[in-house]
């Protein structure tokens, strides 16, 4: 089964989705001449934004994220901050990272068409290893109050520090999901994993890599079979622990394979196919991200006895973030925008189920009382345990384990 390697087309060119984020970006706005953000106050910030237009590229696959991104926070944006957002939909980050790459190289090193990207991981590496990306900006930031330094969850990104080059945006927990009824007892790890699907052939699977859900099952595949998290922490790629675990991983996915859904010989292409499967009962449990679980939950498409586990030490904490070119048009309004998204009410806003229901990064103790009682309100709402859920996660490392998962995969566990 052929499937199209995304995160591997090379950097260094234009790839085939640029003429369409062109199309989508409209003519940049001059904001100033220059725009230093370790001396400009906010105040200096907010001027310059004022009546400017920022293209903002993000994954467009969600109708429920377009639907809060073109409602709330373009309203917000408008109305309070004078500047027009025009959401640039995307495919795969790596579009937008393309774009800004052949745009420097072209020798375009001011004026370009994106001036925010929705980014992690290996997309996040590409463009602060090229020295791509504007800042450090985060600082001016009224919204950065509300984050500590030493969070490790918003200052590095797959063990790589941020260093202010990105700004915090959306939480998300990547877990198992299982209709209780059907599945009384919750495994704790992978080997309880393997045992339930034996005994329960067909009612298992997962996206298929390198579609960012299926990548994400197998590093914790790797995490869960090979002796956890902490030997892969750090912001550098191990070979020798690669190439001394790895096998373990394509042992355990070959085993697990024939139990899975229409045996393993096929699996759901994409995110929204397998919340399908969930929801009609095909399947009875799945690895997925809180959101998706949190809403198919709120609006009554999962069953009521839907229930959220992780697996220790092995599901996965895994943030976004916003980053800024460093070509942008309009940086000023790039870093409202990301201020609009890290910010108390943006937080509250994507956390609410029938909005989103993205995690809020935002650490609720350095909010005032009446804040934190609006966050508590919306978790109650919720209903997923995600204080017990975060507490079992682990971060994402390195973006080098992933590429090698997904190749690893391709040709051994289908080819």
């Not at 998290?229 to 020798?240: I, L, N, P, S, V």
């Not at 929204?272 to 449990?285: D, K, P, Q, S, V």
Request: aromatic letters at 10%; proline letters at 8%.
């Amino acid at each position: 089964m052929p499937h199209l390697r995304r995160r591997h087309f090379l950097y260094l060119t234009a790839g085939t989705g640029l003429a369409a984020i062109a199309a989508s970006c409209r003519q940049p706005t001059a904001t100033a001449p220059t725009l230093d953000p370790s001396t400009s106050s906010w105040d200096d910030i907010l001027a310059m934004a004022r009546d400017t237009t920022v293209n903002w590229a993000m994954w467009g696959g969600s109708d429920q994220i377009n639907s809060f991104v073109d409602g709330w926070v373009a309203e917000t944006l408008s109305s309070d901050y004078g500047i027009t957002l025009n959401r640039v939909p995307i495919n795969d980050t790596v579009e937008a990272v393309n774009r800004v790459v052949g745009e420097v190289q072209a020798g375009l090193t001011s004026g370009g068409a994106i001036d925010l990207i929705w980014i992690n991981g290996e997309n996040f590496r590409t463009l602060k290893q090229g020295n791509l990306l504007f800042g450090p900006f985060t600082e001016p930031l009224p919204s950065q109050a509300f984050y500590s330094s030493d969070n490790p969850l918003v200052t590095t990104d797959f063990g790589l520090p941020t260093e202010g080059y990105s700004s915090p945006y959306t939480g998300s927990l990547y877990v198992m999901a299982k209709d209780g009824d059907r599945v009384p007892a919750t495994p704790q790890d992978f080997d309880q994993l393997l045992t339930w699907a034996e005994a329960n052939p067909g009612r298992l699977t997962y996206v298929a890599p390198p579609e960012f859900d299926g990548s994400r099952f197998l590093l914790t595949v790797l995490y869960g079979v090979t002796g956890g998290f902490d030997q892969y922490a750090g912001a550098e790629f191990d070979k020798t622990l690669w190439e001394q675990n790895s096998p373990q991983v394509v042992d355990y996915l070959l085993a697990l394979k024939p139990h899975l859904w229409r045996g393993g010989q096929t699996y759901a292409p994409t995110q929204t196919r397998l919340l399908e499967l969930f929801a009609n009962g095909e399947i009875w449990m799945m690895p997925a991200f809180t959101p998706n679980i949190a809403e198919g939950i709120a609006t009554g498409r999962f069953p009521a006895t839907t229930e959220a586990f992780a697996l220790p030490g092995v599901s996965l904490n895994d943030p976004s973030f916003t980053a800024i070119p460093s070509n942008a048009s309009n940086p000023a309004a790039a870093m409202v925008l990301a201020d609009v998204l890290s910010g108390p009410e943006g937080q509250l806003e994507k956390f609410k189920p029938e909005v989103w229901g993205s995690p809020p990064l935002i650490e609720r103790d350095l909010l005032p009382a009446d804040l934190q009682q609006q966050f508590d309100a919306v978790e109650a709402s919720y209903r997923l345990p995600l204080e017990e859920l975060t507490a079992a996660t682990v971060p994402v490392v390195n973006a080098e384990y992933t590429l090698r998962l997904e190749k690893l995969w391709e040709e051994q566990v289908i080819g």
